[in-house]
């Protein structure tokens, strides 16, 4: 919302309110620079998606408090962006410190999120450490991991290696036993083995819409843009789908499966709507007395 330089105020507002109602999402997630940056438009922007009974997510540096009004809407969830421990977080986070993000989350409920990369992988202890620290903090309801997503072609020491993959895989799954506050499923870690293999294969981005700062221009193939390395893919919000996607619902029919065919009907009745225009409303003939 910070690069939101044409909007601003109740424009900002009108302009966002207008795009919700006109696509009616059930959730919408506010992210990118730094939402509270708008905080007077969120003070009105929050009650409206409320009272529209649309779950809204609102991700934060919590490099400014974060008001203790908003625990009174039951469908927000505060998403603080933590990368990593202390030492490593306060270094690119600055001014967003450890210390700031406590003093500025202390009347309220937060979720943590923090993305592994190939430098914290190589630390053997180090999610363990991370969950240690923000279990024993009351404002903190769950953590959610990612894994770094590149680009297809990157390099570079986020990327994790094949084995750091399948070690942290291991370590989460030994870790949500013992730490649980870590809030995601064992069949959600296991997906990390195998993302889907392409947009097209990816209930997550065939089911959401990523709007950039202008409220116009559509952000594909997925919410990182260009040409994310699939096969790669670490977002937490994909693999939740693809895990409902491998449900089975009735022997070898699985939730992924329903879903492609009632995508499939969706995309051939759009068709047929574009195809057959509405006739034009005919004026009817002025009635005349002989």
Not at 136 to 151: A, K, Y
Not at 229 to 257: E, F, K, P, W, Y
Request: proline share 7%; net charge positive.
């Amino acid at each position: 919302m910070r690069q939101l330089s044409d909007f601003k105020g109740a424009d900002l507002v009108r302009n966002v309110l207008a795009l919700i109602d006109r696509e009616k999402p059930i959730h919408v997630s506010l992210v990118g620079g730094d939402p509270l940056v708008r905080y007077k438009e969120l003070e009105v922007l929050l009650p409206e998606l409320d009272t529209r009974k649309i779950h809204t997510q609102v991700v934060t540096s919590a490099f400014r408090e974060i008001p203790k009004e908003w625990s009174r809407f039951s469908r927000l969830n505060v998403v603080v962006s933590i990368d990593g421990l202390q030492p490593e977080h306060d270094e690119r986070r600055k001014p967003a410190t450890y210390e700031r993000i406590l003093r500025n989350i202390a009347a309220v409920k937060v979720t943590i999120h923090s993305r592994i990369t190939g430098n914290i992988a190589s630390r053997p202890g180090y999610l363990e450490e991370f969950l240690r620290f923000w279990s024993t903090r009351p404002e903190i309801e769950r953590v959610w991991f990612s894994l770094f997503t590149p680009q297809r072609g990157a390099t570079g020491p986020e990327i994790l290696t094949p084995a750091q993959r399948v070690f942290v895989i291991n370590d989460l799954l030994r870790l949500r036993l013992q730490f649980p506050i870590l809030e995601m499923q064992e069949s959600l870690i296991r997906e990390f083995h195998s993302p889907p293999k392409s947009p097209a294969e990816c209930i997550f981005a065939r089911t959401t819409h990523t709007i950039s700062a202008d409220l116009e221009t559509k952000i594909t193939p997925c919410q990182f843009g260009g040409d994310p390395d699939c096969a790669q893919c670490g977002c937490i919000a994909s693999m939740i789908l693809a895990a409902v996607g491998h449900h089975r619902v009735l022997g070898r029919l699985t939730a992924g499966n329903l879903f492609q065919v009632s995508n499939r009907i969706g995309d051939i009745l759009g068709g047929v709507k574009k195809t057959f225009k509405p006739l034009p409303e005919s004026k009817p003939e002025p009635f005349t007395i002989l």
